[in-house]
């Protein structure tokens, strides 16, 4: 084989023939796969900066589902309708959440706990570590620490990024709450029973969880990171990652079904740990759906430059 020589060349023409139309057909997406993963293991570190993630949403759990009671508390005037609020929310969000965080919640509820204004800064304060390490992360991917924000404006995106957090999922559970309630209402129009509108909740209450996660990634990848991307980049990229964390709960909830006696191994700590794990799989998805959206970016911007547009001048 001469050094330009093709590697179909010396084979059967048919066998040839098959071997372009694979490679053209299967070449581009097996590349660009590739090229996200190796960005995300390699050049970004996604293994440890996944672990990073995790470790802040283990610190700041407590503070968050005390500070997400509290707003929903204060929205909806009642600590009870709050708490199951937020267990919707969770249960949503995490495989088997409403046993991982069922003590906590129990807990709360039992000791009526009441946050004042200094309180409810304090929460949203310690709450925003991690926002503030998922926006370190996604400046990281997307180049924004080329040009990297001051202290308090990236204390201020953090903050904003929480209340926007806690607004979504608090939002979101109530949505699929009223879904919920018209799919299984007895309401009738006239007599007549409306079952196309009981059906359509059906509908959109199996198509809510992945929607809503693809909205929160398109949210977030299109306006946290400095360096901004396009909004068909993000949307892509928030697809996958939507995909993926659909994925990852029925794998993790699989995990979960068949893991014997965990308790055993991890004894008081099981809850902890098994969430520290859930969590670090969600910020691989969160960051491989980022690194989709950059490598979108990228080959866009390499393309313009080179073929960039024709500067056309006027009559």
């Known amino acids: 084989m001469t050094e330009k020589q093709k590697p179909s060349q010396g084979l059967p023409v048919w066998l040839a023939r098959a071997w372009d139309i694979l490679r053209r057909v299967f070449g581009p997406p097996v590349r660009f796969v590739y090229d ?15 672990a990073g993630v995790a470790f802040y949403l283990s610190i700041s759990l407590v503070p968050l589902i005390l500070l997400g009671v509290s707003v929903a508390g204060y929205v909806i005037g009642s600590s009870e309708r709050a708490v199951a609020v937020i267990s919707e929310a969770v249960v949503e969000l995490v495989p088997q959440g409403e046993l991982l965080i069922q003590g906590l919640l129990e807990r709360v509820v039992a000791n009526r706990l009441e946050v004042g204004l200094i309180g409810l800064v304090a929460l949203l304060w310690i709450s925003s570590k991690i926002t503030d390490a998922v926006r370190r992360a996604l400046d990281n991917i997307f180049g924004g620490l080329a040009r990297p924000r001051r202290w308090w404006e990236g204390r201020l995106v953090s903050l904003t990024m929480l209340v926007g957090l ?13 879904f919920a309630h018209v799919a299984t209402s007895d309401w009738s129009l006239w007599g007549m ?13 199996v198509l809510a969880p992945y929607l809503l996660s693809w909205l929160f990634f398109f949210l977030v990848y299109r306006l946290v990171p400095t360096t901004k991307g396009g909004a068909r980049a993000a949307a892509v990229g928030a697809a996958v990652a939507a995909l993926g964390l659909e994925a990852a709960k029925l794998g993790f909830s699989f995990y979960l079904a068949h893991l014997k006696s965990p308790g055993l191994y991890y004894g008081i700590l099981t809850g902890v740990v098994l969430l520290a794990l859930w969590a670090y799989y969600a910020a691989h998805v969160l960051l491989v759906g980022a690194e989709v959206a950059r490598e979108i970016t990228r080959r866009r911007r390499l393309r313009q430059a080179e073929h960039p547009p024709e500067n056309t001048t006027p009559d």
Do not use: P, Y
């Open 36 to 50: 996200v993963l190796r960005s995300h293991l390699k050049e970004h570190q996604g293994g440890l900066t996944a």
């Open 193 to 205: 029973e409306l079952k196309a509108v009981k059906g359509l909740a059906r509908i959109i209450l």
């Open 166 to 178: 806690l607004a979504f999922f608090i939002g979101g559970a109530w949505v699929t709450g009223l």
